[in-house]
């Protein structure tokens, strides 16, 4: 089992920059695909990023891409995304999720585990 703490959300101006770190415990990170899901206001759940066990293979949906940057440190249990440019559409609570030994889904059913959530607010 592992247990996952999201930290860095906060409330940022258009255009501006933000990065989330997820730290998970346990010994077993590296055994973990991790990602990131969002949820805004009266929306459902959506996917934003994945990235492999070893960090090799990533993964966008295609409102972030080019915009976000997922990556983890194994060596620190923690799972990472730049936000840049960061758009009032942006604005939502971010999960940070784990599946184990398979590659993280991109629908929000049947993930391992999930984070708290850190809140995150794009002012115009």
């Known amino acids: 089992q592992v247990q996952l703490v999201e930290s860095g959300g906060g409330l940022v101006q258009v255009g501006g920059s933000l990065r989330l770190s997820c730290a998970a415990s346990g010994r077993t990170f590296s055994t973990y695909y991790m990602g990131w899901f969002r949820q805004a206001p009266g929306k459902e759940r959506e996917f934003v990023a994945r990235?492999?066990?070893?960090?090799?293979?990533?993964y966008y949906a295609d409102s972030v891409k080019g915009r976000f940057t997922i990556s983890r440190d194994n060596a620190k249990n923690t799972v990472y995304l730049q936000m840049n440019s960061l758009k009032p559409e942006d604005t939502a609570v971010y999960y940070c999720?784990?599946?184990?030994?398979?590659?993280?889904?991109?629908?929000?059913?049947?993930?391992?585990?999930w984070g708290n959530g850190t809140l995150v607010t794009v002012s115009s």
């Open positions: 999720a784990a599946q184990l030994g398979m590659v993280l889904p991109t629908r929000p059913n049947g993930i391992n585990y």
């Open positions: 990235i492999s066990w070893t960090g090799r293979n990533t």
